[in-house]
């Protein structure tokens, strides 16, 4: 692991994804923020992924379509990222135990540049 590695991961969950999944996260310990704690409601998606980028943290969405694509795009041009992790709809507990399962045993460093579907 390099000097500025990380162990966990922090995650940024999109505007799209019920705050209560930020709270039961944050309840076990994980540090998680939400588009309205940063107050970047309404910004564009690409805007969303570049704050995360920024701030070394993890995505998480349910907008496929579109995260796919940027997924790809970095794939293809060799641009980094923290990982983005795209979840189907669920109820926030059942997202909340999805996501535990990747933060529990995913270190920051190997979700970083991955596409993961939960």
């Given amino acids: 692991m390099s000097r500025n590695a990380k162990l966990f991961i922090d995650l940024y969950l999109d505007e799209d994804v019920d705050i209560l999944v930020a709270e039961l ?10 588009t309205r704690d940063a107050g970047n409601l309404g910004r564009s998606d690409q805007a969303q992924l570049d704050y995360a980028m920024v701030q070394q ?13 940027f997924a790809n795009a970095y794939f293809a041009t060799g641009k980094p990222h923290g990982g983005i992790i795209i979840g189907v709809r669920h109820r926030p507990h059942e997202l909340g135990r ?7 045993q995913t270190t920051s460093d190997e979700i970083a540049n991955q596409l993961i579907y939960i």
Avoid: M, P, Q, S
């Fill in 25 to 34: 996260l944050r309840a076990r310990g994980f540090l998680v923020e939400t």
């Fill in 57 to 69: 943290k993890a995505f998480f969405t349910h907008n496929r379509a579109d995260f796919e694509g």
């Fill in 98 to 104: 999805r996501l535990l399962l990747i933060l529990n």
